[in-house]
């Protein structure tokens, strides 16, 4: 009789520490926000990726449809070329474009597609050709300080 | 008295070399007698209660705590960089990857370890364990091997409850009393936490340090003096040596991992 409410307790204990695992894999980790089902991969190439990391999102409408799987340069193009894992149950049109877009003013950097209009879908291996480069902060600070300047001699004169 | 200096020097560098070849033996002989106790499992499932159950309470409200200032702590710290929305990142990195694993071990050296040692020591200096051998029962086998088992497989849990709860606490103090966005703060833990890289190193880790941990405790109470004296001795190294291994080893550890 001891022994067996003994044994229940071991049991609670084990259970909990499970419940924990269970608990830092789905909650803390990225288990449960994409499946490591069935994908294809894509790849695309960008002038700029910014801070762009492997792991990142592949959002469409706001949902995640795919992962960042490897980030390469190539050296011919002078590109960094984007190797995509897209969810096989999510089909995208072959003129679909891709942009680098951030999260928050700060926060992590995904990738956005949007479709197109094409009858046929991206298949694996493709690549999709339309890209939008990363905006990086200090290109966009010395375009809207030119403008400025321009916009300021025009004005005097 | 040069000579006296350096022959004593001598001596304790050869019986801590001594030492060392003697736990290791009495590590792989009771490791020799741990596939009996598939016989009798009731033996290590005892000791987890003893080790697991009662540890409960520490480790819960240990990490607790620990989640609470971390929440604090690195909402302050992210402030400056305008980036509070990292903060659960933050808070779930640093209990998985560091603390829940190290802090669990200290713990588990001063609350499981120090009884461990208390326990075994007092056997012997009460010949229960020369009893023992006079009937033909192999002490390591029926005592040490099964508390051995019990450390080992209690600590990942602990250490895993740790975590949990030290997340549930950043989570508390980040989102409900600072007003993180609660969306931020998962997700951006969810983002940066790796099944793998993070969360199995951790338990990785933390079943290492129950090794480590629970075989010092056992070994010194098994080697202690069979004295009152002896035995409060033995449980102060216990706490000293299980300590500073655990911070060593983590050290060893993390160079590992880290790539």
């Known amino acids: ?157 | 008295m040069i000579v006296q200096a350096i022959s004593s020097l001598g001596q304790s560098v050869r019986e801590w070399i001594e030492n060392l070849g003697y736990a290791a033996r009495t590590l792989f002989a009771m490791l020799g007698t741990s596939l009996g106790l598939l016989r009798r499992p009731r033996l290590v499932t005892d000791q987890i209660h003893f080790i697991g159950n009662y540890s409960l309470v520490i480790i819960g409200v240990s990490g607790l705590f620990v989640g609470f200032v971390l929440g604090l702590q690195g909402y302050y710290t992210l402030n400056k960089y305008g980036s509070e929305q990292a903060l659960g990142l933050l808070v779930a990195l640093s209990l998985t990857r560091e603390l829940g694993p190290v802090v669990t071990a200290l713990l588990f050296a001063g609350r499981a370890g120090t009884s461990l040692t208390a326990e075994i020591g007092l056997m012997k200096a009460g010949e229960q364990l020369s009893a023992m051998e006079m009937m033909a029962v192999n002490p390591l086998q029926r005592v040490i091997a099964p508390r051995f088992w019990a450390g080992v497989i209690a600590m990942p849990v602990l250490a895993a409850i740790f975590s949990a709860v030290g997340i549930l606490g950043g989570y508390i103090v980040g989102v409900k009393m600072i007003g993180v966005d609660e969306g931020a703060f998962w997700s951006q833990m969810q983002g940066g936490v790796d099944i793998w890289k993070d969360v199995a190193n951790g338990v990785l880790k933390s079943v290492v340090f129950g090794f480590a941990v629970t075989f010092i405790a056992l070994f010194q109470g098994y080697e202690a003096q069979p004295t009152p004296e002896g035995v409060s001795r033995a449980t102060t190294r216990t706490v000293v040596i299980a300590s500073l291994t655990v911070l060593w080893l983590d050290f060893m550890l993390t160079a590992l991992m880290f790539n």
Request: no cysteine; aromatic share 10%; charged share 20%.
């Open chain 1, 1 to 157: 009789m001891q022994k067996k409410s003994l044994d229940l307790w071991v049991g609670t204990f084990v259970l909990l520490g499970i419940l924990a695992l269970f608990f830092l894999a789905m909650k803390a980790g990225n288990l449960a926000s994409f499946n490591y089902g069935k994908v294809y991969e894509v790849q695309a190439k960008f002038d700029n990726i910014g801070g762009l990391k492997p792991q990142a999102a592949v959002k469409s409408a706001g949902v995640v449809v795919g992962r960042v799987a490897d980030i390469s340069f190539d050296d011919k193009t002078f590109q960094a070329v984007v190797t995509l894992n897209m969810d096989t149950r999510y089909q995208f049109p072959k003129d679909s474009s891709v942009k680098i877009l951030t999260s928050g003013l700060l926060g992590e950097q995904y990738i956005g597609i949007s479709p197109g209009g094409d009858t046929h879908n991206l298949a694996a291996g493709d690549k999709i050709t339309m890209t939008q480069s990363a905006v990086v902060l200090e290109d966009l600070i010395s375009q809207f300080l030119y403008s400025k300047a321009a916009d300021g001699g025009k004005d005097s004169k």
